[in-house]
């Protein structure tokens, strides 16, 4: 059974940072590629970043280009997202996803206010 479980998130002030991490279980992480996505209140799941299984072909959504960086260690089965200058905007949960497996994890809540 593929796990998904994402973490790192939390209250910051616009204009702060935050990492996010998602650990893999149950499936060949290093195998495929990974996407993560967001879901605001009220508001359909947006997607933010893709990075390809080795690292590569690295992609961003317009709204979070230069702002976040997406990584993986695939010793450790584990997804990253580097969060910068963060705005209200960005506020919304957040989750990791296989670009070809169609599980969902419980997400990270990220809250961007002051």
């Known amino acids: 059974q593929v796990q998904l479980v994402e973490s790192g998130g939390g209250l910051v002030q616009p204009g702060g940072s935050l990492r996010l991490s998602c650990a893999v279980s149950?499936?060949?992480?290093?195998?495929?590629?990974m996407n993560w996505y967001r879901q605001a209140p009220g508001k359909e799941r947006e997607w933010v970043a893709f990075?390809?299984?080795?690292?590569?072909?690295?992609r961003y959504a317009n709204s979070v280009k230069g702002r976040f960086t997406i990584s993986r260690d695939n010793a450790k089965d584990t997804l990253y997202l580097q969060m910068n200058n963060l705005n209200p905007e960005d506020t919304a949960v957040y989750y990791c996803?296989?670009?070809?497996?169609?599980?969902w994890g419980q997400g990270t809540q990220v809250t961007v206010s002051s």
């Open positions: 996803k296989f670009e070809s497996e169609n599980s």
């Open positions: 149950g499936f060949c992480f290093s195998c495929y590629a």
């Open positions: 990075i390809g299984s080795a690292g590569g072909s690295i």
